[in-house]
């Protein structure tokens, strides 16, 4: 099995792929036009979602378009696994350890959140492949840590924001104080500064941990928004999952911008009647990392250790699928002029507040 020992910054040309917009319980993803000959039992693979599950309109369902990629063009079968309300460490170490008795390989767990998990059950089956998007703490021979430069994206977020703002005020909304989104908080505020010196960043986190309700609950994301709206602030950035559904909806309702996170929001379905507000989204090539990890093991090599998605490859980056956006000539310069200051590391974008 193959260890990447370095740090490896991977891109891939971004596809349009159709998301599903219905959260269910326990579901296998069905067959979306397979390669497998007839009478050939096709590989399985497996994603176990985060909290909020898929349906979120983000995260999970960009992990969901990176299965559906895969059970297109490889002819893999693909298994999908939710998580249950309240749940703890116990629950996710039985959901992993079923899918692995299963015979899926790669196991991929969408989030931090199963790092402890992984830790145990990944010992158990040294020829299954495990991946963990968004952490680097769990490491072992059959591990995979699909990780971002949130940062990045969220630094070019704050340029947009700056540029767009008319009152100088504008808003950040994590899910849960966690070092992970941090780091959006992080390049988010600093963009915005850069730009700006004088404008002001109102910050807010939904929920503190163990309580990760502030990423699965759109009426704290609602209920925030519009609290930071009545503060003066005319653009809202949220890093919440589900809960961030709630401030691009409050947003939209005031008439003001949104900016979306993880994958290309103005483009979700279930996010249609809002997406004349929503600026712009913070894109995460989550589905990409899902592909690539699948492909690997497909193909014999399965790739291990940390894996990088940066700006540098477009693992991260700036939508700009508004119309309006496009507009928007003097902050699509700033934009672009920052995403070439920070590839040619003229900007260090900070990974914490």
Request: proline residues 4%; aromatic residues 6%.
């Amino acid at each position: 099995m193959r260890r990447i020992t370095r740090i490896a910054t991977v891109g891939i040309a971004s596809a349009a792929l159709a998301l599903s917009a219905t959260a269910c319980g326990g579901k296998k993803s069905s067959d979306t036009g397979s390669t497998a000959s007839a009478g050939t039992k096709a590989a399985s693979v497996a994603i176990a979602y985060d909290i909020g599950g898929r349906g979120d309109q983000s995260f999970n369902d960009a992990a969901y378009a990176g299965l559906q990629k895969a059970e297109k063009e490889l002819g893999v079968k693909g298994s999908e696994a939710e998580p249950t309300e309240g749940e703890g460490e116990a629950d996710k170490v039985q959901r992993l350890t079923e899918l692995a008795r299963k015979g899926n390989n790669p196991v991929i767990g969408v989030g931090f959140s199963y790092a402890p998990a992984i830790k145990k059950v990944a010992p158990k089956f040294p020829n299954t492949t495990f991946g963990i998007i968004d952490d680097t703490s769990v490491t072992g021979p059959n591990i995979a840590n699909l990780v971002f430069n949130e940062e990045q994206g969220s630094y070019l977020a704050g340029v947009a924001a700056a540029k767009a703002s008319k009152t100088g005020t504008v808003g950040f909304i994590g899910g849960v104080e966690v070092p992970l989104i941090k780091k959006f908080e992080a390049g988010f505020t600093q963009g915005v500064k850069d730009t700006n010196p004088n404008a002001k960043v109102l910050s807010q986190y939904l929920t503190q941990p163990p309580n990760f309700d502030g990423f699965s609950k759109p009426d704290l994301g609602k209920a925030a928004a519009q609290g930071q709206l009545d503060g003066g602030a005319d653009v809202v950035y949220a890093a919440a999952g589900l809960a961030g559904s709630g401030a691009i909806e409050a947003t939209a309702a005031k008439g003001k911008w949104a900016i979306g996170v993880d994958s290309d929001q103005y483009n979700q379905a279930g996010l249609s009647k809002y997406k004349e507000h929503i600026l712009t989204s913070v894109t995460k090539d989550v589905s990409a990392a899902v592909f690539n990890e699948i492909k690997s093991v497909q193909d014999g090599k399965p790739a291990t250790g940390e894996i990088r998605y940066g700006l540098d490859a477009n693992g991260v980056g700036l939508a700009d699928s508004n119309p309006e956006y496009k507009k928007m000539a003097e902050l699509i310069a700033a934009v672009e002029k920052a995403k070439a200051d920070i590839i040619a590391k003229k900007i260090t974008v900070k990974t914490a507040p």
